[in-house]
């Protein structure tokens, strides 16, 4: 059975997608992006600000699912510019603390709205 999860403290999905669908002890969260749930626009142009946004937005949709971020298993992590991969790494360490899931980052050519930074998580929950 899949269950579909969602947080108003994370942006609504921008197409036909879920913010996350649970199963089976997973979640898997869709692709989270800088936005601002309120607003809808990219918090602003930095790699820090949008990072730390993304992290934000996952998190919330980690708690709609009684998850926390010591229960993500992987994350993807998709970077506009590798030239970020140092900044993005200190922010990730401390966003979570001690914890290290196995974790896959790639330069992609374009992100949705412009963003610099995307990443989605799978968790083991309940």
């Given at each position: 059975m899949l269950e579909t999860m969602h947080s108003d403290a994370a942006p609504a999905a921008v197409?036909?997608?879920?913010?996350a669908i649970r199963t089976q002890g997973m979640l898997f969260t869709s692709g989270q992006?800088?936005?601002?749930?309120?607003?809808?626009?990219?918090?602003?142009?930095t790699l820090a600000g949008q990072a730390n946004q993304?992290?934000?937005?996952?998190q919330a949709v980690l708690a709609a699912a009684d998850c926390s971020v010591s229960d993500i298993v992987k994350v993807n992590i998709y970077l506009l510019d590798m030239a970020d991969f140092p900044a993005l790494n200190v922010?990730?360490?401390?966003w979570l603390g001690e914890h290290r899931?196995?974790?896959?980052?790639v330069a992609v050519a374009?992100?949705?709205?412009?963003a610099?930074?995307?990443m989605d998580v799978i968790a083991r929950c309940g």
């Amino acid at each position: 059975m899949l269950e579909t999860m969602h947080s108003d403290a994370a942006p609504a999905a921008v197409g036909p997608y879920a913010q996350a669908i649970r199963t089976q002890g997973m979640l898997f969260t869709s692709g989270q992006i800088g936005l601002d749930p309120q607003s809808g626009k990219l918090v602003d142009d930095t790699l820090a600000g949008q990072a730390n946004q993304v992290m934000h937005n996952l998190q919330a949709v980690l708690a709609a699912a009684d998850c926390s971020v010591s229960d993500i298993v992987k994350v993807n992590i998709y970077l506009l510019d590798m030239a970020d991969f140092p900044a993005l790494n200190v922010l990730y360490a401390d966003w979570l603390g001690e914890h290290r899931p196995a974790r896959a980052t790639v330069a992609v050519a374009a992100l949705p709205l412009g963003a610099r930074v995307e990443m989605d998580v799978i968790a083991r929950c309940g």
